[in-house]
């Protein structure tokens, strides 16, 4: 098993006023080459959103976006018609494919929305964008993993083109459980959210993140109540 272990502290940070983003991998004005992608996961934002605020209508394309509310109302619109308000228990993907538009902003005039945006490359290039929003806090379940995004669209929570599975946990603390990668070939990323966990010998605390791969399993011990996210993705980028 190798694994990597990239702690809270040394993600890049930005800071407009109105927004507030830590980026775990090279984005936008922050570049690190030893941290550009953990196989397919390419961006990994956690982003603080003031009130009133948000990001106007711009383009992606050929991108898997998830985002991941833990805080407030984020508001989204784009040009496929789409309007709504994804809120802490939902998860919302966007496959950009050949072309889309978007804005999100923050829905509320003087709270703070917090949210995680994940940008995962697919295995299809230029497919028809598309749009999905699922709740996911009605399938929640302690202590254990609950599966939120697969490459499945019949599995339960929302669906992408990419050989990728999330779980989202929460451990009370001192309970143990062994989470198995869902295909060879794959690597686990495990961001805390909340709380404090380890994982072989290394302690994770909030905001830290562990990417585990050429391993078929690996345990997860809460050292406190604990809420995570795990990543499982295809390490081999796609040839496309």
Request: hydrophobic share 35%.
């Amino acid at each position: 098993m190798k694994t990597i272990f990239h702690s809270a502290e040394s993600r890049g940070f930005a800071d407009h006023g109105w927004l507030k983003s830590y980026h775990s991998f090279s984005f936008a004005n922050y570049h690190n080459p030893e941290k550009i992608h953990f196989g397919v996961l390419r961006v990994l934002n956690d982003d603080s959103v003031e009130g009133g605020m948000g990001f106007g209508k711009h383009p992606h394309h050929n991108m898997e976006i998830i985002s991941i509310p833990l805080e407030g109302d984020l508001e989204h619109g784009d040009n496929m018609g789409n309007q709504g308000i994804i809120r802490k228990g939902d998860i919302q993907v966007m496959s950009a494919g050949s072309g889309i538009m978007h804005s999100e902003k923050n829905a509320h005039p003087n709270k703070r929305v917090k949210f995680l945006q994940i940008w995962i490359i697919p295995n299809q290039q230029n497919v028809p964008p598309r749009y999905d929003q699922k709740s996911i806090v009605k399938n929640a379940v302690k202590n254990d993993f609950q599966q939120i995004l697969s490459p499945n669209p019949n599995d339960v929570g929302v669906w992408i083109y990419q050989d990728a599975w999330f779980h989202l946990a929460k451990f009370d603390k001192d309970f143990s459980k062994t989470y198995t990668l869902h295909q060879s070939g794959n690597g686990a990323y495990v961001f805390v959210i909340d709380g404090k966990i380890k994982i072989g010998d290394q302690t994770l605390t909030s905001r830290d993140a562990l990417g585990i791969w050429e391993t078929s399993e690996f345990n997860i011990q809460a050292l406190e109540n604990s809420e995570f996210l795990i990543m499982d993705v295809p390490m081999q980028l796609p040839r496309l």
